[in-house]
Nanobody, 112 residues
Framework: QVQLMESGGGSVQAGGSLTLSCAAS????????LGWYRQAPGKQRELVAS???????DYLDSVKGRFTISRDNAKNTVYLQMNNLKPEDTAVYYC??????WGQGTQVTVSS
Protein backbone atom coordinates (compact mmCIF):
# COMPACT_ATOMS: atom_id res chain seq x y z
CA GLN A 1 0.00 0.00 0.00
CA VAL A 2 1.41 3.37 -1.04
CA GLN A 3 1.04 6.34 1.29
CA LEU A 4 1.85 9.94 0.43
CA MET A 5 2.42 12.65 3.01
CA GLU A 6 2.69 16.33 2.09
CA SER A 7 4.42 18.98 4.19
CA GLY A 8 5.59 22.54 3.82
CA GLY A 9 2.34 24.43 3.41
CA GLY A 10 1.67 27.64 5.26
CA SER A 11 0.79 31.31 4.99
CA VAL A 12 2.90 33.81 3.11
CA GLN A 13 2.54 37.26 1.67
CA ALA A 14 2.34 37.84 -2.06
CA GLY A 15 5.77 37.57 -3.63
CA GLY A 16 6.94 35.06 -1.07
CA SER A 17 8.10 31.48 -1.53
CA LEU A 18 7.24 28.07 -0.18
CA THR A 19 8.54 24.60 -0.87
CA LEU A 20 6.16 21.67 -0.60
CA SER A 21 7.45 18.16 -0.04
CA CYS A 22 5.69 14.86 -0.48
CA ALA A 23 7.21 11.70 0.93
CA ALA A 24 6.01 8.35 -0.34
CA SER A 25 6.18 4.86 1.07
CA UNK A 26 6.72 1.79 -1.08
CA UNK A 27 9.16 0.70 -3.72
CA UNK A 28 7.29 1.83 -6.83
CA UNK A 29 7.99 5.53 -6.42
CA UNK A 30 10.72 5.78 -9.04
CA UNK A 31 8.61 4.00 -11.65
CA UNK A 32 5.63 6.33 -11.53
CA UNK A 33 4.72 9.82 -12.71
CA LEU A 34 4.05 12.30 -9.93
CA GLY A 35 1.93 15.38 -9.80
CA TRP A 36 0.99 18.32 -7.65
CA TYR A 37 -2.66 19.36 -7.77
CA ARG A 38 -4.52 22.14 -6.03
CA GLN A 39 -8.08 22.89 -5.15
CA ALA A 40 -9.32 26.30 -4.14
CA PRO A 41 -12.69 26.78 -2.40
CA GLY A 42 -15.53 26.46 -4.85
CA LYS A 43 -13.25 25.38 -7.68
CA GLN A 44 -12.33 22.10 -9.28
CA ARG A 45 -9.06 20.40 -8.53
CA GLU A 46 -6.44 21.26 -11.13
CA LEU A 47 -3.07 19.82 -12.07
CA VAL A 48 -0.37 22.34 -11.25
CA ALA A 49 2.78 20.44 -12.17
CA SER A 50 3.80 16.94 -13.16
CA UNK A 51 7.00 14.99 -13.55
CA UNK A 52 7.47 11.69 -15.32
CA UNK A 53 9.61 8.82 -14.12
CA UNK A 54 12.24 10.06 -16.56
CA UNK A 55 12.17 13.59 -15.18
CA UNK A 56 10.17 15.38 -17.85
CA UNK A 57 8.07 18.17 -16.40
CA ASP A 58 4.94 20.06 -17.32
CA TYR A 59 3.18 23.02 -15.70
CA LEU A 60 -0.10 24.83 -15.58
CA ASP A 61 0.30 27.98 -17.65
CA SER A 62 -0.40 30.27 -14.71
CA VAL A 63 2.53 28.88 -12.70
CA LYS A 64 5.13 28.56 -15.44
CA GLY A 65 8.30 30.38 -14.51
CA ARG A 66 7.28 30.53 -10.83
CA PHE A 67 6.90 26.88 -9.76
CA THR A 68 9.38 24.05 -10.13
CA ILE A 69 8.63 20.37 -9.60
CA SER A 70 11.43 17.94 -8.86
CA ARG A 71 11.84 14.43 -7.55
CA ASP A 72 14.44 12.59 -5.50
CA ASN A 73 13.97 8.89 -6.12
CA ALA A 74 16.55 7.99 -3.47
CA LYS A 75 14.39 9.72 -0.87
CA ASN A 76 11.02 8.77 -2.37
CA THR A 77 10.14 12.46 -2.31
CA VAL A 78 8.69 14.94 -4.77
CA TYR A 79 8.99 18.68 -4.28
CA LEU A 80 7.21 21.78 -5.48
CA GLN A 81 9.22 24.97 -5.20
CA MET A 82 6.85 27.92 -5.41
CA ASN A 83 8.23 31.42 -5.93
CA ASN A 84 6.58 34.79 -6.43
CA LEU A 85 3.38 33.48 -4.93
CA LYS A 86 0.12 35.25 -5.70
CA PRO A 87 -3.18 35.35 -3.80
CA GLU A 88 -4.73 33.25 -6.57
CA ASP A 89 -2.32 30.43 -5.65
CA THR A 90 -4.22 30.00 -2.40
CA ALA A 91 -5.53 26.42 -2.26
CA VAL A 92 -5.10 23.02 -0.73
CA TYR A 93 -2.23 21.34 -2.53
CA TYR A 94 -2.16 17.58 -3.06
CA CYS A 95 0.53 15.30 -4.35
CA UNK A 96 -0.37 12.25 -6.37
CA UNK A 97 1.34 9.20 -7.75
CA UNK A 98 -0.34 8.54 -11.05
CA UNK A 99 -4.05 8.93 -10.40
CA UNK A 100 -4.40 6.15 -7.88
CA UNK A 101 -2.54 7.40 -4.84
CA TRP A 102 -3.10 10.76 -3.17
CA GLY A 103 -1.82 12.63 -0.17
CA GLN A 104 -4.07 14.27 2.37
CA GLY A 105 -3.30 17.80 1.20
CA THR A 106 -1.55 20.83 2.66
CA GLN A 107 -2.96 24.35 2.82
CA VAL A 108 -1.20 27.22 1.08
CA THR A 109 -2.51 30.69 1.81
CA VAL A 110 -1.13 33.77 0.06
CA SER A 111 -2.18 37.16 1.32
CA SER A 112 -2.01 40.40 -0.64
Amino acid sequence: QVQLMESGGGSVQAGGSLTLSCAASGSIFRLNPLGWYRQAPGKQRELVASITSGGNTDYLDSVKGRFTISRDNAKNTVYLQMNNLKPEDTAVYYCAMGIKYWGQGTQVTVSS
